[in-house]
């Protein structure tokens, strides 16, 4: 596995000359989702102290909407996996004509194992995280105004900033990854594939701040 960090072209070509192994290859969303869970679980309830401290009320909607934030990330690198590769593999079959399908899928999946010492980091970032005396709030949430206060001190910390901002690199050069997949799995030129890959990230990031 460390030739997909230093040698990432080498390795995907590697993998052709073997048949597919989609067990090993799942581990790589599925192992990612399990970790994003844990690092999200805990900064989900560091976060959410402050306001259950003043905000007793709150607990069972801020509860409920822990909940669906830790199944929201659970889903979300299986759902960037699928979508990135089917989008790549229509793309593969529009301009090429090609049947590649499978070892595209396959190679995405791997590219995921990438991720996964940024998100042990994360977890242990979480665990090391206290949120600071400035979200202490004089009251429950009340009103929509107090809600987008509380979102607005949660988008200027600077940590939680630093962590999104070193979140967007590794998703980068995830993509960076499926491109190199796509280069050994098709024979495409890497420019070629490379230029893909980055449009798939830019147009599903996009597609999600519009969302």
């Given at each position: 596995m460390l030739g997909l960090a230093y040698q990432p072209i080498v390795f995907f070509h590697a993998r052709l000359t073997t048949p597919p192994s989609w067990w090993f290859a799942l581990g790589g969303p599925l192992g990612c989702a399990?970790?994003?869970?844990?690092s999200h679980a805990i900064l989900a309830e560091k976060i959410a102290g402050p306001i259950v401290a003043t905000a007793a009320g709150s607990r069972s909607l801020l509860t409920s909407l822990q909940y669906m934030g830790v199944i929201n990330v659970a889903f979300v690198y299986?759902?960037?996996w699928l979508t990135a590769s089917a989008f790549m593999i229509s793309c593969d079959v529009l301009l090429r004509g090609a049947d590649g399908g499978l070892r595209i899928?396959?190679?995405n999946a791997v590219a995921f194992y990438s991720q996964l010492p940024w998100l042990v980091v994360l977890i242990a970032l979480a665990?090391?995280?206290e949120p600071p005396a400035a979200w202490m709030l004089d009251g429950p949430i009340a009103s929509a105004a107090d809600l987008e206060r509380f979102k607005r001190?949660?988008?200027?910390d600077p940590f939680?900033?630093?962590v999104r901002g070193l979140n967007e690199c590794f998703a980068v050069w995830l993509y960076v990854l499926f491109g190199m997949s796509y280069h050994a799995a098709t024979g495409c030129s890497l420019p070629g594939a490379l230029l893909l890959a980055l449009t798939t990230y830019?147009?599903?990031h996009l597609l999600?701040?519009?969302l």
């Open positions: 399990a970790l994003a869970v844990v299986v759902v960037v899928l396959e190679g665990a090391a995280f001190l949660l988008q200027q939680l900033a630093t830019v147009m599903f999600g701040l519009l």
